[in-house]
């Protein structure tokens, strides 16, 4: 279960990739857009704001991400991206901090590419932070022997989430699309208690916090609390900075 009321918690944070991503895909009056991997749908909003002319359709695999999204009055469906194909009126496809969770994906945008219209754009980010502290002490725990047996496939590596912006850039420019990648380390600065441990909560641990039971997932947590504390220390004034890098991909598809 992915709780969306924990995702928004770092919703400011969060959003500014999104808004990142969108700046750089130019498209006018497109006549549909898709937002694949839609979340609680506060982002998909600004799309249906941003192109008010457009159809919007929203996916996500969770059935609770796409509660929060109708709730918001997005017409969202539960759906797996990997089963996803345009209509032949997509003129915009979206897909933020998604793709890390789909194993191969490469291959999936080489398919939508061919499958969208002339001149649509396919707008992609991905955190690319599976080398940091954050990521590298989630897959010490997890290869305990207590834990190891069950998380070991359920957690992210470093060598097979996401590519580097030249890879995808290569990828797509293959496929005949002019492409635009680039990638951005944000310096987040987080504050309260535990804010790093809440953070990869609401993400990284997705995929843990639906293996073990409530017992397994306190104790899971409260032995990775310490560890990411000693990573990312609290500053005297509260204040703990979270560095963070993403990967952006955004390509056209020829006319």
Not at 133 to 137: D, F, I, K, T
Not at 220 to 229: C, H, I
């Given at each position: 279960?992915?709780?969306?009321?924990?995702?928004?918690?770092?919703?400011?944070?969060?959003?500014?990739?999104?808004?990142?991503?969108?700046?750089?895909?130019?498209?006018?009056?497109?006549?549909?857009?898709?937002?694949?991997?839609?979340?609680?749908?506060?982002?998909?909003?600004?799309?249906?704001?941003?192109?008010?002319?457009?159809?919007?359709?929203?996916?996500?695999?969770?059935?609770?991400?796409?509660?929060?999204?109708?709730?918001?009055?997005?017409?969202?469906?539960?759906?797996?991206?990997?089963?996803?194909?345009?209509?032949?009126?997509?003129?915009?496809?979206?897909?933020?901090?998604?793709?890390?969770?789909?194993?191969?994906?490469?291959?999936?945008?080489?398919?939508?590419?061919?499958?969208?219209?002339?001149?649509?754009w396919l707008a992609v980010q991905v955190p690319g932070n599976f080398a940091a502290?954050?990521?590298?002490?989630v897959r010490e725990l997890a290869a305990d022997p207590r834990w190891h047996d069950?998380?070991?496939?359920?957690?992210?590596?470093?060598?097979?989430?996401?590519?580097?912006?030249?890879?995808?850039?290569?990828?797509?420019?293959?496929?005949?699309?002019?492409?635009?990648a680039w990638e951005t380390t944000y310096l987040h600065a987080l504050t309260g208690?535990?804010?790093?441990?809440?953070?990869?909560?609401?993400?990284?641990?997705?995929?843990?916090?639906?293996?073990?039971?409530?017992?397994?997932?306190?104790?899971?947590?409260?032995?990775?609390?310490?560890?990411?504390?000693?990573?990312?220390?609290?500053?005297?004034?509260?204040?703990?900075?979270?560095?963070?890098?993403?990967?952006?991909?955004?390509?056209?598809?020829?006319?």
């Open positions: 279960m992915w709780d969306p009321s924990t995702y928004l918690a770092f919703a400011d944070h969060r959003s500014r990739p999104f808004f990142d991503l969108l700046a750089r895909v130019p498209a006018d009056a497109p006549r549909r857009v898709a937002d694949l991997g839609c979340g609680p749908g506060n982002l998909t909003e600004t799309l249906a704001a941003r192109w008010p002319g457009a159809v919007v359709e929203a996916l996500d695999s969770s059935p609770e991400m796409v509660a929060a999204a109708r709730d918001r009055g997005i017409a969202a469906e539960v759906g797996d991206v990997r089963e996803w194909n345009p209509s032949a009126d997509t003129d915009v496809v979206v897909s933020n901090a998604v793709l890390q969770w789909v194993p191969a994906h490469e291959q999936l945008l080489v398919r939508w590419v061919k499958q969208l219209a002339p001149g649509a502290a954050s990521h590298v002490r069950r998380l070991a496939p359920v957690v992210l590596r470093e060598d097979d989430a996401v590519r580097d912006p030249v890879e995808y850039a290569d990828l797509l420019a293959d496929a005949g699309c002019s492409v635009d208690e535990d804010p790093v441990p809440r953070w990869v909560t609401g993400t990284a641990l997705r995929p843990i916090r639906s293996t073990l039971d409530e017992p397994e997932w306190a104790q899971f947590r409260a032995e990775l609390a310490p560890r990411l504390r000693a990573d990312y220390p609290a500053r005297a004034d509260g204040t703990t900075w979270f560095p963070f890098r993403r990967v952006f991909v955004v390509a056209r598809v020829p006319d």
